[in-house]
């Protein structure tokens, strides 16, 4: 059956409506970070750039490093992005766009978000990075698609008693990484744990300016979060939902995080551009061999 145009909703010359794509304009393999001005960070170690498009906050660079092809994307900010994002990125792959029907062979997209984020923990120190291993969903987004299979009913059971979580907010959800992307990624020197994805920067991570929270002590609770092996030890906007609906989709994704501040002592890194900077070329060195 042909998916309706109101449904999916492509541009006069065929591309999907928001990313101005078409699917020859993407790799299987996908770089997304958060600001527009981060791409070009990224493909100026390319040897050679193919397509380049932007339509609002959303920018892409298709090209090569080394004999890896690869595109990097810009999502903006917030889980509402990641949306748009991942949805037409997998029509790209998973629909046929003429025809407006659903391919019978489905491709499988691994995609490796670079961001930065703001530690929990102590020992987690600002310039470090950081790979998600799991993801806590707070924001809620998830929510609107059929989520059983992809969660973890037990760490959210726990989280929700610890923190008496208000039943007034969507019910958290944690959602694992890709294990086959992780092992690429792996290092001495990169932590692992539980990143926490929030819906908003200021009173959906605990940030105070003019308006009081309904839970002030909530980062607190998520700080000292502990069951089993579990911890969690950043917080950020866009992970969550890269894992679930990457995991709806069939898609593999990682999530990788420089830590730019320590919410739990206040640090906030001296360089943040290098920090970034380092991140980017470790990816980079390790996603040629996926």
């Known amino acids: 059956m042909a998916i309706k145009d109101s449904e999916l909703i492509l541009n006069p010359d065929g591309s999907v409506y928001h990313l101005n794509l078409k699917p020859e304009n993407i790799s299987d393999t996908i770089i997304f970070v958060g600001d527009q001005d981060r791409v070009e960070k990224i493909t100026a170690h390319f040897d050679s750039i193919e397509f ?3 339509k609002r906050e959303f ?9 890896k092809r690869l595109t990097v994307i810009s999502t903006g900010i917030g889980p509402d992005n990641i949306d748009i994002v991942l949805n037409e990125l997998d029509a790209l792959v998973n629909i046929n766009l003429e025809t407006r029907e659903l391919k019978t062979e489905l491709t499988s997209l691994n995609i ?5 984020s703001g530690s929990l923990q102590n020992d987690i120190p ?3 990075f950081l790979i ?25 059971d726990e989280f929700i008693k610890h923190t008496d979580w208000d039943k007034n907010k969507a019910r958290p959800i944690i959602i694992n990484n890709s294990k086959y992307l992780e092992k690429y990624f792996e290092g001495d020197e990169i932590h692992k744990g539980m990143t926490g994805t929030a819906g908003g920067f200021y009173g959906p991570q605990g940030r105070v300016l003019r308006l009081p929270l309904q839970d002030p002590d909530l980062n607190t609770k998520l700080d000292n979060f502990s069951y089993k092996d579990y911890r969690i030890t950043n917080f950020e906007m866009e992970t969550s939902v890269i894992y679930g609906l990457s995991k709806l989709l ?6 990788l995080n420089a830590i730019i501040a320590n919410r739990a002592n206040g640090d906030f890194s001296k360089d943040p551009k290098k920090v970034v900077d380092k991140l980017i070329l470790y990816a980079l060195e390790r996603i040629v061999n996926i």
């Open 250 to 255: 069939g898609h593999e994704a990682l999530s």
């Open 59 to 67: 920018k892409t660079q298709t090209g090569y490093y080394q004999d």
């Open 132 to 156: 998600s291993t799991h993801a806590l969903d707070i924001n809620g987004m998830l929510h609107f698609y059929q989520i059983e299979g992809i969660s973890n009913p037990e760490i959210e």
């Open 112 to 116: 490796i978000r670079i961001g930065t």
């Open 126 to 128: 600002v310039d470090a």
């Open 52 to 54: 380049s498009t932007q």
